[in-house]
């Protein structure tokens, strides 16, 4: 780096730490929700109670068109071939017997694709959605065990498929770092967002030591793959010089962005659709294939759906990756924690930065005279590890809440009471004041109904039969994010009819539904009057369905279009009309028309302001406000969760019998679809506990599970009854009063299930999956 690019590099450090801290300081008023929402205070309508998905029938009835359901005129299929080594290059490759198969259009290998630019990694730009920086089939060089080495376009699958079983490859290996355990010699400091993950408060090494009471233990948490029952699929065409791609994807504005930068076109030339989504949880956004279809679909001219095998999604589709976690808590003997350190390891490549933060819980869950927060990494040749639900929160987590249970057995004191006597009354690490927490309150309303007070604090105690039967209870915690981009398009029709266009994204948790609710709640109209349309790049905004923060986002860029509405409608309205003199922030939406805020009489209908005016629509379009209140606030999502498990003393066999979610996650917007997404989370939870696990060879570099009949994922024997309340007490700083809900459900849950099976046992399981060989 120059002098001069380090001097640039220090006064953007400079300035951003000036303004962050001018952030920190101002006045509430000057900050968005400093004034609250004013929907926090409605009463009536129907944010808050019971609305079915409005896709629902849709999808039932099969009408619901997904990515692979797109039907175009002369469409081929594609599939993939990939490589069999971690490091290395292709010798050779035959595909002639391939090329030569019935139905076969096309055969690409870096021999024939056309010149392409690296994909622009996830989070280095604002709309980059890259897997990694590495070249896509440009040249021979292989960098993980499973990248793709050709594609068959074929007029069927069935021959793709059986096309690709005919490419033969050699190749030249070369020396791969494939095992963790020899490559954490070599670790390096890792960011986050834009931040450092170190992050040191006081001497907590010698707080730690001086402690009257220390636990200091390492938790260990597998790779993870994804399985959304959706498999990963895009369906495209290029009419010219122009990309329209029919995706499953949670990022439409940034996989148009991406893939225009691959193929040195302007953004405006690549359209991404996604209308439906059957689940994403992180990695649903732009992999290996869709670049290479958008390829072979240019070089043969001609449409191509690419869908991938459950074994092309290990293959390519990164997941979470693994973790060594050291905790150590130093506590006084009335429980007061003196020294909190979370730090330790995990793998990822040299390619991409997704260091899987699971230190975030502890920077803000529990009060410490000391902190020692770090996540290291030791670069693998493997693939791209990516986002997946709650990405260090889930497994961070079971670290730390394993550890909290661990002190309050050392201490002789009840682990929820532990808890709340280490209950901060600010944000610990960066002092802000938190916008909204309640987490005492979901403790003791969970405690309650789950009846805590039954469980035996001597492990080991409770049996039926052979079944030994415990309680356990963790913390949740997820922070509010609200990302920079989003924006929306309001429509109001001369007969009363609003449209809210956005580029968001429906992967099943009810987005449309909910904002359909929220819309019609702000413009005074009812529900059925009301059509929100997402899932398009060439609609307003830049918005990710990803870290809880879509609904934000939205309700952010909808306050936005509501106001520039309200300004539109009282200047066509003129002075012929009873809101004549009034300002956008004195009216509200009630009764399908503008009426003053203070004064309900002063109305006038929408109806009644389009006709006078002559006007069949009314169309604004405006952006939301800087996510300027997480730097103002300490803003997160709750939960306390507990759980009861059965754990078989012949077998070893571990049964989770009974779970209960307490969350405090804001104002919750539909109850139906908020049950729905905690239970989910809470299901995945069990997953991570109790079985999920990616068996990576560290001889080859392969992933050797990929199929659901050897990836294990929780089935309906498997799950219990959840139960699960809220508090439903609005955060009065954020859009609508209401927290991100996608995350929550799973954090905290596997050092629940953990938790639970000492307490049944007497066995602590520091090691994820808890199997029965652990317990045996």
């Not at 952030?23 to 009536?44: F, M, N, Y």
């Not at 497994?395 to 280490?422: H, K, Q, W, Y």
Request: charged share 20%.
């Amino acid at each position: 780096m120059s002098i001069i690019e380090n001097a640039v590099q220090l006064a953007q450090g400079a300035m951003q730490s000036a303004m962050k801290k001018a952030i920190e300081l101002a006045p509430d008023s000057w900050v968005p929700g400093g004034i609250p929402d004013p929907l926090i205070h409605h009463k009536h309508g129907l944010v808050g109670t019971q609305v079915s998905r409005l896709d629902g029938a849709l999808k039932v009835k099969g009408a619901a068109r997904f990515a692979a359901e797109f039907p175009l005129e002369n469409m081929v299929y594609a599939a993939l071939a990939y490589s069999q080594i971690a490091k290395g290059r292709i010798a050779t490759l035959d595909t002639r017997v391939a090329e030569a198969s019935p139905g076969v259009v096309l055969v690409m290998t870096h021999r024939n694709a056309p010149k392409m630019q690296p994909p622009p990694p996830f989070m280095t730009q604002a709309k980059a959605a890259g897997p990694d920086d590495r070249p896509v089939m440009q040249d021979d060089r292989i960098g993980w065990n499973g990248q793709p080495i050709a594609v068959v376009l074929a007029e069927t699958q069935e021959q793709a498929d059986h096309a690709v079983s005919l490419i033969e490859a050699t190749y030249e290996t070369e020396v791969a770092r494939t095992a963790f355990e020899d490559a954490k010699h070599d670790r390096k400091p890792t960011s986050f967002q834009g931040e450092p993950m170190l992050l040191a408060i006081g001497d907590a090494e010698a707080a730690l030591a001086a402690a009257p009471t220390r636990i200091d233990v390492t938790y260990r948490t597998p790779r993870h793959s994804h399985n959304p029952i959706e498999l990963h699929a895009a369906t495209l065409a290029w009419t010219g010089d122009e990309l329209v791609v029919h995706d499953a994807s949670q990022a439409v504005a940034h996989v148009a962005w991406t893939l225009a930068q691959v193929f040195g076109i302007d953004e405006a030339q690549v359209h991404v659709t996604s209308p439906y989504v059957g689940g994403g949880f992180g990695s649903k956004t732009l992999w290996w294939h869709h670049i290479l279809a958008a390829a072979a679909s240019r070089l043969a001219g001609r449409p191509v759906r690419v869908m991938l095998s459950r074994e092309g999604v290990y293959r390519i589709v990164g997941g979470r990756t693994l973790t060594e976690q050291r905790v150590a808590i130093g506590a006084q003997p009335d429980g007061g924690f003196d020294a909190l350190i979370h730090t330790g390891v995990v793998a990822m490549t040299a390619h991409n930065n997704m260091p899987e933060p699971f230190i975030l819980p502890a920077k803000s869950a529990y009060a410490s005279k000391s902190f020692l927060l770090d996540v290291e990494a030791v670069e693998l040749d493997m693939v791209a590890n990516t986002f997946m639900r709650a990405p260090g929160e889930s497994v961070g987590t079971f670290g730390l809440e394993s550890a909290v249970d661990e002190m309050a057995v050392a201490l002789g004191i009840d682990p929820i009471e532990l808890r709340i006597r280490n209950e901060p009354d600010k944000d610990p690490t960066s002092g802000l004041p938190f916008s909204s927490r309640n987490i005492v309150e979901a403790y003791r309303a969970g405690a309650e109904r789950f009846g805590w007070a039954g469980r035996r604090t001597q492990p080991g105690t409770h049996r039926d039969g052979e079944w030994r039967i415990g309680m356990g209870c963790a913390t949740a915690t997820y922070p509010y994010y609200r990302m920079p981009g989003g924006a929306a398009r309001l429509t109001l029709t001369r007969d009363g009819y609003a449209t809210i266009e956005i580029a968001a994204h429906e992967m099943g948790m009810g987005t449309a539904t909910t904002h359909t609710i929220v819309t019609a709640e702000r413009l005074g109209l009812p529900m059925d009057k009301v059509t929100f349309l997402y899932g398009d790049s060439k609609m307003p905004g830049t918005v990710l369905a990803g870290g809880s923060q879509q609904t934000a986002s939205i309700g952010a860029a909808v306050i936005a279009a509501q106001h520039a509405l309200f300004a539109e409608l009282l200047k066509i309205a003129g002075n012929d009309s009873p809101l004549a003199g009034l300002k956008p922030d004195e009216v509200g939406g009630h009764g399908e028309g503008l009426c003053k805020l203070e004064d309900p009489a002063r109305c006038e209908s929408y109806v009644s302001i389009l006709s006078r005016a002559q006007r069949d629509t009314v169309s604004v379009e405006a952006a939301g406000s800087a996510p300027m209140e997480t730097q103002h606030w300490s803003m997160h999502s709750y939960g306390a969760m507990f759980c009861e498990v059965r754990v078989n003393a012949v077998t070893g066999e571990v049964r989770v019998s009974r779970f209960l979610g307490s969350f405090d996650c804001g104002k919750i917007l539909n109850a139906k679809t908020a049950m729905s997404q905690f239970r989910g989370g809470i299901i995945m939870g069990l997953g991570l506990a109790l079985m999920e696990e990616t068996q990576f060879d560290e001889r080859t570099g392969r992933i050797m599970n990929p199929s659901l009949a050897d990836y294990h994922v929780p089935v309906h024997m498997d799950v219990p009854e959840i139960d699960v309340i809220w508090t439903d007490i609005p955060d009065p700083h954020a859009p609508m009063g209401a927290h991100g809900i996608g995350e929550i459900g799973i954090t905290g849950v596997g050092a629940a299930v953990a938790n639970a099976v000492y307490n049944a046992t007497g066995k602590r399981i520091r090691d994820l999956p808890i199997t029965l060989d652990k317990l045996l």
